[in-house]
Nanobody, 114 residues
Framework: QVQLVESGGGLVQPGGSLRLSCAASGSVSIYAMGWHRQGPGKQRELVAVISSGGSTNYADSVKGRFTIARDNAKNTVYLQMNSLKPEDTAVYYC?????????WGQGTQVTVSS
């Protein structure tokens, strides 16, 4: 069992930046780690994913603005979010996934508003 705890959300003005962190209770080096989000009235969507080997993929809507990274020594994955837009407003969830199982965090709220 792996517990994931997200942090770093908050209120930011359009064009601003935030860095989200996801701390795991144990080693996640074998898992693909991802960030998903669910905006008001919307379905949950994949934002970014990083494989156990470090390969990354991003949703088209965040390419060039968001960066996912992992630090296996700290059992932590990060999401650096730059040039934030109001449409990025959502609850952001961390996810650890293997072919056999998936773990989810409780989410952290990101609000982009002036």
């Amino acid at each position: 069992q792996v517990q994931l705890v997200e942090s770093g959300g908050g209120l930011v003005q359009p064009g601003g930046s935030l860095r989200l962190s996801c701390a795991a209770s144990g080693s996640v080096s074998i898992y693909a780690m991802g960030w998903h989000r669910q905006g008001p009235g919307k379905q949950r969507e994949l934002v970014a994913v990083i494989s156990s080997g470090g390969s990354t993929n991003y949703a088209d809507s965040v390419k060039g603005r968001f960066t996912i990274a992992r630090d296996n020594a700290k059992n932590t994955v990060y999401l650096q979010m730059n040039s934030l837009k109001p449409e990025d407003t959502a609850v952001y969830y961390c996810n650890a996934r293997s072919p056999a199982i998936a773990y989810w965090g409780q989410g952290t709220q990101v609000t982009v508003s002036s």
